[in-house]
């Protein structure tokens, strides 16, 4: 039985659509990429599997588990197994980086301040953020505080990680360092992940399996090699990155000629 | 034309209704979730120093400011009838009875409601209350309950304060401007007092100040719309709980003095 279960899932937002009759299954140790437009519904794939919007139809479980279906108490134990990995890192930003890592330690495990210290560092270590204990987010880059929000994920051991949009709006450099913490993470800690990212490098790199949501349906979803070489035409513009397709709804502006040929 | 009218008055009517019963669920699970573990003392006491310690200036001008204007007008108002020694005992029941707790409530809504909406709404719309909840944390249980506690210990406190302020305000201008004898003045201060006009006070103040910690966690953590949002939220959780604590200080008045 897969790990995450997608089943049917669809949700609207008053008559926009977003998701609409995706079925996806993770097994364990899997690690998913999922692509898609932005709008597309991505993010609130994510959010229906950590129970943060209720689906319109259809459902998801995790291990075994309808998350919808469960009481607020079973949801959080649920959560507690899921490490969530926010697209602008959502750090409490009252807190410095050890207080932020060793939030969910403090609250759901018995350890002593001692255990506490051990773990954060050792989380922050794994996202080679050591040494910013004291700091607060506001002292952070962004792609410092998504490595801190990756360390929080990870404090409580999850199963499960989930990533959105890990790398968007940093430099080329940064993507590619948070790309190599994924993968060390995945490596290390042996986790499931689903990640959504616009990168297709970093995601070609990760992914066991890729899937592409297009206009909230699920298109696709293969491994790598066999993603690159699907014929469907959506997947095929959204691996050359053309605005010329049938990806786009609306048509987009005609593309002006260079000026030598313009002469 | 008449459709339409029905139609926009049923759907305001639903919308209210909508809001009401959401900051009922809302305040009911907050309480609920005031003896469930864990227990966050060191957020609690952050919450003390927010509402009470940092408080005390503002309360203290407050009161000095209106129970000096108060014993400006008394003063003038009795001498008009030869009756001055009363000006002591009207200010005495008028700063135990309604003053100190009306104008520490309203104050307190202002700077502590409106920090509380603020925070919230920051927190809501950068995705930190997601990440509580993905951390397995009941927002309401970490956010709430502690902001509800302190102001509910809090308020009745500073309500005390205040009525020790608004005495010594009524002192200055009675006493020192006015010319009566201090002797009288802390004498007649009390006459019309009866230890029932302190308990109401406290019970009014414990009152407003879950008013004002229940309507500012609520405005905040229903946040919506980014930066307008949060710029709305504290602007409607001042005006939404000082008009409460105005009506809820008729009907206590009223409920308490039979």
Same mark, same amino acid.
């Given at each position: 039985?897969?790990l995450i279960d997608v089943v049917n899932l669809s949700?609207?937002?008053?008559?926009?659509?977003?998701?609409?009759?995706?079925?996806?299954?993770?097994?364990? /140790? &899997?690690?998913?990429?999922?692509? /898609?437009?932005?709008?597309?519904?991505?993010?609130?794939?994510?959010?229906?599997?950590?129970?943060?919007?209720?689906?319109?139809?259809?459902?998801?479980?995790?291990?075994?588990?309808?998350?919808?279906?469960?009481?607020?108490?079973?949801?959080?134990?649920?959560?507690?197994?899921?490490?969530?990995?926010?697209?602008?890192?959502?750090?409490?930003?009252?807190?410095?980086?050890?207080?932020?890592?060793?939030?969910?330690?403090?609250?759901?495990?018995?350890?002593?301040?001692? &255990?506490?210290?051990?773990? !954060? &560092?050792?989380?922050?270590?794994? !996202? /080679?953020?050591?040494?910013?204990?004291?700091?607060?987010?506001?002292?952070?880059?962004?792609?410092?505080?998504?490595?801190?929000?990756?360390?929080?994920?990870?404090?409580?051991?999850?199963?499960?990680?989930?990533?959105?949009?890990?790398?968007? /709006?940093?430099?080329?450099?940064?993507?590619?360092?948070?790309?190599? !913490?994924?993968?060390?993470?995945?490596?290390?800690?042996?986790?499931?992940?689903?990640?959504?990212?616009?990168?297709?490098?970093?995601?070609?790199? @990760?992914?066991?399996? @890729?899937?592409?949501?297009?206009?909230?349906?699920? @298109?696709?979803?293969?491994?790598?090699?066999?993603?690159?070489?699907?014929?469907?035409?959506?997947?095929?513009?959204?691996?050359?990155?053309?605005?010329?397709?049938?990806?786009?709804?609306?048509?987009?502006?005609?593309?002006?000629?260079?000026?030598?040929?313009?002469? | 034309?008449?459709? =339409?009218?029905?139609?926009?008055?049923?759907?305001?009517?639903?919308?209210?209704?909508?809001?009401?019963?959401?900051?009922?669920?809302?305040?009911?699970?907050?309480?609920?979730?005031?003896?469930?573990?864990?227990?966050?003392?060191?957020?609690?006491?952050?919450?003390?120093?927010?509402?009470?310690?940092?408080?005390?200036?503002?309360?203290?001008?407050?009161?000095?400011?209106?129970?000096?204007?108060?014993?400006?007008?008394?003063?003038?108002?009795?001498?008009?009838?030869?009756?001055?020694?009363?000006?002591s005992q009207v200010e005495g029941l008028a700063i135990?009875?309604?003053?100190?707790?009306?104008?520490?409530?309203?104050?307190?809504?202002?700077?502590?409601?409106?920090?509380?909406?603020?925070?919230?709404?920051?927190?809501?719309?950068?995705?930190?209350?997601?990440?509580?909840?993905?951390?397995?944390?009941?927002?309401?249980?970490?956010?709430?309950?502690?902001?509800?506690?302190?102001?509910?210990?809090?308020?009745?406190?500073?309500? =005390?304060?205040?009525?020790?302020?608004?005495?010594?305000?009524?002192?200055?201008?009675?006493?020192?401007?006015?010319?009566?004898? =201090?002797?009288?003045y802390g004498h007649q201060f009390y006459t019309l007092?009866?230890?029932?006009?302190?308990?109401?006070?406290?019970?009014?103040?414990?009152?407003?100040?879950?008013?004002?910690?229940?309507?500012?966690?609520?405005?905040?953590?229903?946040?919506?719309?980014?930066?307008?949002?949060?710029?709305?939220?504290?602007?409607?959780?001042?005006?939404?709980?000082?008009?409460?604590?105005?009506?809820?200080?008729?009907?206590?008045?009223?409920?308490?003095?039979?």
């Amino acid at each position: 039985m897969a790990l995450i279960d997608v089943v049917n899932l669809s949700k609207a937002f008053g008559p926009k659509v977003v998701l609409s009759n995706v079925n996806l299954q993770v097994e364990e /140790g &899997e690690s998913l990429v999922v692509l /898609g437009g932005s709008g597309t519904g991505k993010t609130v794939l994510l959010r229906n599997i950590m129970g943060l919007l209720t689906p319109d139809a259809g459902h998801v479980s995790v291990d075994g588990k309808i998350i919808a279906q469960l009481s607020r108490e079973d949801l959080f134990k649920v959560r507690q197994s899921i490490g969530m990995c926010f697209q602008m890192a959502a750090l409490f930003d009252s807190m410095t980086v050890f207080e932020n890592v060793a939030f969910g330690l403090r609250r759901h495990r018995d350890h002593t301040e001692s &255990e506490i210290n051990a773990r !954060v &560092e050792e989380c922050l270590s794994l !996202v /080679g953020m050591r040494g910013t204990e004291h700091l607060k987010p506001a002292e952070l880059s962004g792609g410092m505080k998504r490595r801190v929000g990756f360390a929080r994920a990870i404090a409580l051991k999850p199963k499960i990680l989930l990533f959105d949009e890990p790398t968007t /709006g940093l430099d080329p450099v940064m993507t590619d360092v948070i790309g190599r !913490v994924i993968l060390d993470l995945k490596h290390e800690l042996g986790v499931t992940t689903i990640t959504i990212t616009h990168d297709l490098t970093s995601a070609f790199e @990760i992914a066991d399996r @890729i899937a592409l949501l297009f206009r909230g349906e699920c @298109i696709a979803c293969q491994p790598p090699p066999e993603f690159k070489v699907n014929p469907n035409p959506v997947v095929q513009q959204f691996l050359r990155g053309d605005a010329d397709g049938p990806f786009l709804q609306d048509p987009p502006p005609p593309k002006r000629k260079p000026k030598e040929t313009q002469a | 034309m008449v459709l =339409a009218f029905f139609d926009t008055l049923g759907s305001t009517f639903l919308r209210a209704m909508d809001t009401t019963g959401d900051f009922a669920v809302c305040s009911g699970r907050a309480f609920a979730a005031i003896f469930r573990r864990p227990f966050d003392g060191k957020n609690l006491m952050r919450q003390f120093q927010a509402v009470g310690i940092n408080s005390i200036p503002v309360v203290v001008l407050t009161s000095l400011a209106v129970s000096m204007v108060f014993a400006v007008q008394l003063a003038f108002g009795f001498r008009q009838f030869q009756a001055e020694g009363l000006a002591s005992q009207v200010e005495g029941l008028a700063i135990v009875r309604e003053l100190a707790p009306v104008i520490t409530g309203l104050m307190l809504s202002g700077r502590i409601g409106s920090a509380m909406a603020a925070e919230l709404g920051t927190m809501q719309v950068t995705e930190q209350i997601d990440a509580l909840e993905c951390l397995a944390t009941d927002p309401i249980h970490y956010l709430f309950v502690p902001r509800l506690l302190a102001t509910a210990i809090m308020v009745p406190l500073l309500t =005390a304060f205040s009525i020790y302020v608004g005495y010594w305000g009524g002192y200055l201008i009675l006493v020192g401007v006015e010319g009566q004898s =201090a002797f009288v003045y802390g004498h007649q201060f009390y006459t019309l007092l009866a230890f029932r006009d302190v308990r109401i006070a406290l019970i009014k103040a414990f009152v407003f100040g879950m008013i004002i910690a229940l309507v500012g966690c609520w405005k905040g953590y229903r946040t919506q719309g980014g930066a307008e949002g949060v710029g709305n939220a504290p602007t409607s959780s001042v005006v939404t709980s000082s008009l409460w604590i105005l009506i809820a200080d008729f009907f206590l008045t009223k409920l308490l003095l039979v």
